[in-house]
Each structure stands twice: as structure tokens, then as C-alpha cells.
């Protein structure tokens, strides 16, 4: 038991009584105040439990966040990367398809030449009159050597051979592949416009090219001089489409089926 002294007449009194023997004043009622009182420091804890709480939530919601973020831009790399990837596939694609085109054109290009030269020369030595073992056949009768009247006879003659029809099928026949490969490049990938329109270009000259050996029209002079003209201009595209078509793209072989 300890001494206290009363608040109200200052007595030195026990601090087990409910009131104080000299004047009364009760302390029970303190006894409750303090019990009353107490409660308040649990409330108190509960708040900063409360806010601990609130932090934990708030760091999750940023790692949540963070997360978000790191994926998003991870799925736009990637896609940056299969879009990279399938650009370069159509560029190489595509630079493969002008090599078509062009071995095509220099093939039937090839082949017209040769006609077309036959045919200048048979012209003009069934006009001339002169013998050539490579165009007799078509300029002299066979069985007394004579020149033919008309030229046109030793063209007839020329364009109804067997090998000549075979030669016109070729050229026919590439004339048909080159407009399957300038077809498919209707739609160059970006930095090949370019090489396009060349290509545009060079497929209409040999168009004209090889249909002119394969219908000659007008006079000797006339077509020799035409002949010479397209002939030029369709080598002319050709090498200038060569020189305009770039390097293609190293692709590793793990990345060509995806």
C-alpha cells in the first residue's frame, strides 16, 4: 500500500480508498476516467495498422503498374521486331522478283534479237538479190535458184518455217512470264518505288521489242532503224534496273519461317 495525497484537501491518504476520510472526495470516479481512457491507445494502434495497410496496397498497386508498363512496351518491341523482321522477308522477296523479271526479258529479248536479225537479213538479200547459205532457203526457189519477185514472199516463206513458229512460241511464252513477274510487283515494299517504275519501264520495251520481231511492218529501212531504236531502249532499262536494285537483306535461317 503506498501514501498519496488527496487533490482535494491535500491529506496524506491510502491509494486503495474510494474516498478520501477527511474530506470526502472520491476516487473511484478517477479509476474510471482512467479506465475509460485507456481504450483511446488501441484505437490509436488500429490507425497505424490502418496505415501500414494503406502503404502495402499503395507499393502493389505501383509494382502492378510497373508491370503493366514493362509488358506493354515488351509486346510493342516485339511487335516492332515481327514487323522489321516481315519487311525484310517482302524486300528480299521482292528483289528476287525483279531478278525474274529481268532474266525473263533478257531471254525473250535474246531470242527476238536473233529473229528480228534473220529477218532484216532475209529482207534485204531477197530485195538485193544476194545469196547467203542462211537465207536461200527462204529468198531463191529451191529448184531453179532464182530470187523470189517479192520479198514479202521470202518473209511468208521465213515466218511459215517450222523453227521460226517454234522461236515465235518462245518469245510468246516469255512475253506471258513477263507480265506473270511485272504483275507481282505491283506493290513495292518502301526504298523499291523506284526500282518499280524502271521495271514498268523496261517490261514495256521489250514488249514492244519482241512484238516488232515477231510482226515486222513497214520498209527495210524503216524497221532495221526500229529494231536498232527498241533494242537500245529495252537494254538501256535493263541496265539501268540492275544498277538501281539493292543489296537484300542478311536474314538468319532461324528467322525465314516465322
Keep these: 500500500m503506498a501514501l498519496i495525497n488527496c487533490p482535494e484537501c491535500d491529506k496524506e491518504i491510502s491509494d486503495k480508498v474510494k474516498a478520501c476520510p ?17 481504450p483511446q491507445q488501441v484505437e490509436l494502434t488500429g490507425v497505424n495498422l490502418k496505415k501500414q495497410l494503406n502503404w502495402k496496397w499503395i507499393i502493389i498497386g505501383l509494382a502492378i503498374v510497373i508491370i503493366g508498363v514493362i509488358i506493354v512496351f515488351s509486346s510493342q518491341y516485339l511487335k516492332q521486331q515481327k514487323a522489321q523482321r516481315d519487311y525484310e522477308l517482302s524486300f528480299n522477296t521482292y528483289i528476287d522478283d525483279l531478278f525474274l ?21 532475209v529482207w534485204a538479200n531477197s530485195i538485193y538479190e544476194k545469196a547467203d547459205p542462211e537465207t536461200d532457203m527462204y529468198t531463191r526457189v529451191s529448184i531453179t535458184g532464182r530470187f523470189n519477185d517479192d ?5 511468208n516463206r521465213l515466218f511459215s518455217d517450222t523453227s521460226i513458229i517454234s522461236k515465235i512460241s518462245d518469245i510468246k511464252e516469255y512475253q506471258v512470264t513477263a507480265k506473270d513477274a511485272i504483275e507481282k510487283l505491283q506493290n513495292p515494299p518502301t526504298g523499291l518505288e ?10 514495256a520495251a ?14 527495210l529501212q524503216s524497221y532495221n532503224q526500229d529494231r536498232r531504236t527498241k533494242t537500245d531502249t ?5 541496265n539501268k534496273l540492275e544498277a538501281q536494285i539493292p543489296e537484300k537483306f542478311v536474314i538468319e535461317e532461324k528467322d525465314r519461317g516465322k
Design 22 to 38: 477527511y474530506c470526502g472526495f472520491p476516487f473511484i470516479n478517477e479509476v474510471e476516467n482512467l479506465q475509460e481512457q485507456s
Design 101 to 121: 523479271l529481268r532474266l525473263t526479258t533478257i531471254g525473250g529479248g535474246a531470242e527476238a534479237e536473233e529473229l528480228s536479225n534473220l529477218t532484216a537479213k
Design 151 to 155: 520479198f514479202n514472199t521470202s518473209l
Design 194 to 203: 523506284t526500282c518499280y517504275d524502271t521495271a514498268t519501264n523496261m517490261y
Design 206 to 219: 521489250f514488249l514492244s521489242f519482241t512484238n516488232s520481231a515477231i510482226n515486222p511492218t513497214g520498209s
Design 234 to 238: 529495252f537494254l538501256d532499262l535493263y
